[in-house]
């Protein structure tokens, strides 16, 4: 990158110490640069919900749905930028070549071809390293913190081989030494990269086994709805049956509170992103408890937040669950409304989709 091209460079270091976000500093040198006044910015979600204002736009609604149909009409994505309507769609990948951001921009052709196009290089180029960049800085914490864990379980392994079995010693102990060694291999699960071991199931079976075949707390009714023609699904049904697992122990705790009955549906929904080329499967459990509270609601999937910890949880059963649905290149959404219930609902690509 050379001359008057490869003044992006100069000017996201000059920007580096005022602006922390990657995509703010495009749109700001896209508008100093080129004059572009009209500019949106959607977070890309790979999920059915695909696209999220990033502000308030007086065209959203607009955009929402001249993406839409220019998904269902099979628009060309290779070309950069991407024209619809009046305005022209520009994605941002990361290091892992999945669309994160797309910055819409109203201008007319005249107005585009006059952006070089080893600027439109240059910016995604610099997006890209800047992911890489925070994805090595992220598992350089995450690889001292695995060590720290990894010599706390061997400790806790170490310790339980010295305590009697109950018969014959403090059964208290020995139930803290279990309950202790079982939260370090969670938080390891939850830490650690795990290789999947995927097969491809019929997703109709694969669900109506797992859910006729795990426990169910007594006192709760359930309710049981799986559609047909769901296709298929790439899972490790070890970690999938974990992930179901610990959403419906959370939906049967809150019933229990409050006692009532859980929705479990399983059906198909239609993609919507140009950047994505298979439907999905959705998963969903509606619970009738009390509901998360609104201030809450943003903090469930974090590790160790709960509000039962004087229950005897510890705040890890939906972040590991997240973890895992993301590992399947899907997603886990939770929509709680205080007073009357909440669903949990995880999202996974479906093999057979219509494009």
Known sequence: MSGKNNSFLTFLQDQLNEHQD???QVVIYLQSKFGFVDIAVFRHHYAPDCY??????????????????????????QTTPIEIYDWFVFPLSD?????????????????????????????????????ANKENIKEQVLDKTINIVSRMAHDLNSLAALIPTAENGDQILSEQVRNSQKLSEDIMIYLREFPLRSSRFSARE???????????????????NIANELYYVNVDIELIERTLVAVLENAAFACQIEGGE?????????????????????????????????EYSTEVTKPFFTTWKDQGHVGLGLSIADKI?????????I?????????????????????
């Open 22 to 24: 990657i995509v703010d």
């Open 52 to 77: 999220e204002a990033m502000g308030s736009y007086s065209r959203e609604s607009e955009y929402r749905k001249g993406l839409i149909e220019a998904y269902k009409n099979g628009i060309n994505t």
């Open 95 to 131: 290091h892992k070549d999945k669309v994160r951001y797309i910055l819409i921009v109203v201008a007319d052709e005249k107005q585009i071809r006059e952006i070089p196009f080893q600027c439109w290089v240059e910016i995604k180029t610099i997006y890209r390293l800047a992911m």
């Open 206 to 224: 694969l669900f109506k086994c797992i859910i006729e075949e795990i426990d169910r707390p007594p006192g709760i009714n359930y309710r049981i």
């Open 262 to 294: 859980i929705k479990f549906s399983v059906t198909r929904v239609e993609n919507n992103s140009i950047f994505i080329n298979h439907d999905w499967l959705s998963v969903s459990v509606k619970d009738d408890g009390p509901g998360i509270p609104f």
């Open 325 to 333: 649905i993301r590992a399947h290149g899907g997603a886990l959404s």
């Open 335 to 355: 929509k709680s409304d205080p007073g009357n219930g909440t669903i949990t609902t995880f999202f996974l690509p479906l093999n057979d989709a219509k494009k």
